[in-house]
């Protein structure tokens, strides 16, 4: 069964630091693996996708980065902002068995 | 608007009083799915649908029906809701083969 982790649980930075999420899943045979922004009491919406042939997506001042071979994935987030506080959360596809898996998220928090 | 609704937001039940939580999509996708979200423990699907009369269990399926008549609802049905079943719950929906995925709203449930 594919399980993925999210490192670190929660992480307090001051604004416009740049900072990384981290995402590590334990089967590399996934179909893509997309990245959503939660925020409190409200549902997911979706940041990035990366297809298992790409190594990469960007969006505005966020990059994902995709390594399959080891079983991670990075968020990228350029010089944060208070409004980016919230939890992020990644999932991986794979086409056999057609589920989804999600890790427990990383709680973001941006001081002013 | 391309969107996943879900009905209700909020429910507040009893112990045994059968339920139905609506899950609606507009984008004509094939594939729908329904997760819980509980803390620590992230988002598990419970069941998932790969199109019309085609579905399947996720990770924790007991205690919960679905079905699909129709390509663009996924109704979720408890039968006799039971306390360990208060959670927040998301339905999601995208194409076939697994790429991006939409979420709707949630809906929070407590049983009581």
């Known amino acids: 069964k594919q399980e993925v982790t999210q490192i670190p649980a929660a992480l307090s930075v001051p604004e416009g630091e740049n900072l990384v999420l981290n995402c590590s899943f334990t089967?590399?045979?996934?179909?893509?693996l997309q990245w959503f922004r939660q925020d409190p009491g409200k549902g997911l919406t979706s940041l990035l996708l990366?297809?298992?042939?790409?190594r990469e997506q960007t969006s505005g001042r966020l990059n994902a980065s995709l390594d399959k071979s080891s079983g991670r994935s990075t968020l990228y987030i350029a010089a944060s902002q208070p409004g980016d506080s919230a939890t992020y959360l990644c999932?991986?596809?794979?086409?056999?068995?057609?589920?989804?898996?999600f890790g427990t998220g990383t709680s973001l928090t941006v001081i002013p | 608007e391309a969107q996943v609704t879900q009905n209700p937001r909020y429910l507040i039940t009893v112990t045994g009083k059968k339920l139905t939580v609506t899950c609606s999509q507009n984008?004509?996708?094939?594939?729908m799915s329904w997760y819980r979200q509980d803390p620590g423990l992230g988002l598990r699907q419970i069941y998932y649908?790969?199109?019309?009369?085609?579905?399947d269990k996720g990770d924790v399926p007991e205690g919960y029906k679905v079905s699909r008549k129709e390509k663009r609802n996924f109704p979720l049905i408890l039968e006799s809701p039971s306390p360990n079943q208060t959670s927040l719950y998301f339905c999601?929906?995208?194409?076939?083969?697994?790429?991006?995925?939409?979420f709707g709203p949630g809906t929070r449930l407590t049983v009581t």
């Open positions: 999601a929906s995208s194409f076939a083969g697994g790429p991006e995925q939409y």
């Open positions: 089967d590399s045979a996934i179909y893509n």
């Open positions: 999932a991986v596809y794979r086409d056999t068995g057609n589920q989804f898996y």
């Open positions: 649908s790969m199109n019309v009369e085609v579905t």
């Open positions: 984008m004509n996708h094939e594939y």
């Open positions: 990366i297809q298992s042939s790409q």
